[in-house]
């Protein structure tokens, strides 16, 4: 699994590529990713090489090449080109719910934004949108800031990532797996702890189907 740096600079370095067809100078990753020199791009390109994901490309300069991305669903997702002009008939407008905590739960309260997503990023059903808080799901590739596609349902299958309501107050951004009697909330982060509930205290309000990031 990547870290946060590493998975933020493989998905600028990707992005660079296929839309400017050259990778981000060493500057321009540095402020991307908060580092206060090159010599740890350095670092995160080598480490990256070193895990299969980038190759640097001999005797010419800013050469990188992206060998493959997280094999993830949401990753996938991020990956999607999003235009930033794209016609009305091509997007569907969904209410905006402001955050979620991917760390601590956090209540959801409803504001009067919205926000435009691709059309052929959901499917049948009804949708809403939520801005990510926290680091707790950053091994799927939800990073803090991220706005997460949710459709509506009260039933997700084991593994799946979806909104969980904590005794009717909190909300929450997690992995659900069934145990026996108990419902288990699990973070994608080795540093946060899975919380285990009985049925009655936790209500499914959809699951995860699509995710939107931005660069700036």
Not at 35 to 55: A, M, Q, V, W
Not at 145 to 151: A, F, N, S
Request: glycine share 8%; charged share 25%; net charge positive.
């Amino acid at each position: 699994m990547l870290t946060k740096r590493q998975y933020e600079l493989l998905m600028l370095i990707d992005r660079c590529l296929r839309e400017n067809g050259v990778s981000p100078s060493f500057e321009e990753m540095k402020d991307a990713v908060g580092l206060r020199s090159k010599s740890g791009i350095h670092r995160l390109i080598t480490e990256l090489e070193e895990r299969g994901f980038l190759r640097r490309l001999p005797n010419r300069a800013r050469a990188l090449e992206v060998l493959k991305l997280p094999d993830n669903q949401v990753e996938r997702q991020v990956r999607r080109p999003m235009p930033s002009a794209m016609p009305a008939a091509n997007t569907v407008e969904l209410p905006k719910y402001g955050k979620i905590a991917a760390g601590t739960p956090l209540e959801a309260l409803r504001g009067n934004d919205t926000v435009c997503v691709p059309a052929d990023m959901l499917g049948a059903g009804q949708h809403y949108a939520l801005t990510v808080a926290g680091e707790s799901m950053i091994d799927a590739g939800i990073l803090d800031g991220d706005t997460v596609i949710i459709r509506r349902c009260s039933t997700v299958e084991n593994g799946e990532i979806a909104v969980a309501l904590v005794d009717g107050t909190e909300v929450t951004l997690k992995k659900i797996y069934r145990r026996g009697n108990s419902i288990a909330l699990e973070p994608c982060n080795k540093a946060y702890e899975t919380r285990i509930f009985s049925p009655d205290r936790i209500t499914i309000q959809g699951k995860l189907v699509g995710l939107m990031r931005s660069y700036d």
